[in-house]
């Protein structure tokens, strides 16, 4: 999917906000700021890959609620008469960033 079909991305840790000028997305060694993936339209995401959100920090020790929410554009289905489908997606977890992440096979955007 090219990167900007992803949109209205939010993100909130125990219920609190984040200042989407505070979030940035990792893209192949690029930071990139969510209200800027419009522009993206040469990068691609890769549905199989994780997409990297990196917020402030620091957060106090132990476990958080996490709750990302965006909304993705599939430019090649339509949903006429209004134009490209665009499908919402909410993300829940505990997280805690004490915790060492899990070696995984998928890359980062790139």
């Known amino acids: 999917m090219p990167l900007s079909s992803i949109s209205e991305l939010t993100v909130s840790v125990d ?3 984040v200042d989407p000028s505070e979030l940035r997305v990792l893209i ?3 930071r990139v700021a969510p209200a800027d993936l419009g522009h993206e339209t040469d990068r691609w995401w890769y549905l199989q890959d994780r997409l990297v959100l990196v ?15 965006f909304r993705l554009l599939v430019p090649y289905l339509s949903a006429a008469p209004t134009g ?15 915790c060492r992440m899990s070696p995984s096979v998928a890359r980062d955007v790139a």
Not at 90 to 97: G, K, N, S
């Open 28 to 30: 192949g060694g690029r």
């Open 84 to 98: 490209p489908l665009v499908l919402p997606h909410r993300l829940e977890a505990d997280l805690d960033p004490d």
């Open 15 to 17: 219920g609190r906000s």
């Open 55 to 69: 917020g402030p920090a620091p957060v106090r020790p132990g476990r958080h609620r996490v709750i990302v929410d």
